[in-house]
């Protein structure tokens, strides 16, 4: 049985819902606060899908590491505490989650999660022809700096995960950009991947047109949510009170702005930033993407651009650019590859990452009978939206579940 489905939030989260969505027969209408879709979180992000490098941010050990971090000039994490009742709700609880049983735990749910958005987008590009947004099968590289972060890493392997161990050597023979850079050795997974998110989201919003059964309200944000007898009836616009059968929220971590009773979202904007580097053909750009394990920074070569991401910034809600930051990235990735692209053509870009304190996003029916989340992937969002916006259809129109829903279920009420 077709439904009709409003969705709040046109980044990639919404887009590959509504895409699941349509995909299955329902009609469905995207709202967006902004002009354009997939502008703000998803527009210039890292670009790789790491469909087995998953692991939630909160962990045993991380607490006192961050600490260390905070007296660094050059750190990856960046706290500025502000008097916010939800920012520290939202600290206390991560540090709650920060056990090695709860990160273990976790991790699985949502590698669970991520192989099935691999596979969905798969079926996608195959199905569909999906295509248009410089995806390649490209292989992951983390590669270390100090041994015994690396020793750690190589105690966590498994064949399950695809991941070799490899030495600086073998590192440098996959990806020459890498030589002489100090590191002492790396973990390869071949079947990582990478693309263009915010092209992505193009060529979904094309399709998605194409179809006959998506509208786009763009530029149209939503102030309230109207609701009677558990149930939500009406979106309040502007100029307009729009009701609604069912009711995704998607919007990121502006979702929470949309308070309604009963309903709590464990969300908070973790600031990431990237560079868009230029690559000319005199230019050695890494063909494999990069992640710099020591520095917390992502390297993905996507079309003829290189994409360096990095940063976790705890600073409240100011998407603005911070020079210093940029700076910083600028100056280890110039460090790494210093003939990767044209540096002083960058385009600067920050975003804000909406983020649950365990990691694990929320997905799935909320305390309203016919109210959706999906919501909270942090910097995971690209890799774990096709597999999400599936979950999401599946369960809007009561048919079987791909995976087990275990731990991905919304813990907000």
Known sequence: ???????????????????ALVRAGHEVTVIDARDRLGSETSFANGGQLSYRYVAPLADAGVPLQALGWLVRGDSPLKLRPRLDPQQWRWMAAFIGACRGSVNKRNAEHLLRLASLSQRTLQQWREDDHLDGFDWRRNGKLVTFRDSRSFAHARSKVTDILQQQVWSA???????????????????????????????FCQRLAARLEASGR????????????????????????????????????????????LGLPGLSLPLYPLKGYSLSVPIGPQHQAPNVSITDYDRKIVY???????????????????????????????????????????????????????????????????????????????ALGFTLACGSGQLLAELIGRHALSIDMQGLTPRAA
């Open 214 to 257: 998506c509208r786009f309200l763009l530029g149209r944000k939503v102030t309230g949510i109207r609701h009677a007898d558990g149930a939500v009836q009406a979106i309040e616009l502007a100029d307009e009170v729009m009701p609604v059968q069912h009711l995704v929220l998607a919007a990121g971590y502006r979702s929470a702005e």
């Open 300 to 378: 993905a070569r996507i079309g003829e651009q290189l994409r360096v991401a990095a940063m976790v910034d705890i600073v409240g809600f100011d998407a603005g650019l911070e020079p210093k930051r940029l700076a910083l990235i600028k100056r280890q990735a110039v460090e790494t590859f210093p003939l990767g692209g044209d540096y002083a053509r960058a385009v600067e870009w920050a975003g804000m990452r909406p983020a649950t304190p365990t990691g694990v996003p929320l997905i799935g029916a909320s305390v309203y009978r016919n109210l959706w989340l999906n919501l909270g992937h942090g």
């Open 1 to 19: 049985m077709a439904r009709q489905v409003c969705i709040i939030g046109g980044g990639v989260i919404g887009l590959a819902s509504a895409y």
């Open 169 to 199: 050597a073998d590192c440098a023979r996959l990806e020459p950009a890498l030589a002489g850079d100090g590191f002492v050795g790396g973990i390869y997974t071949p079947n990582e991947e990478v693309a263009d998110c915010h092209a």
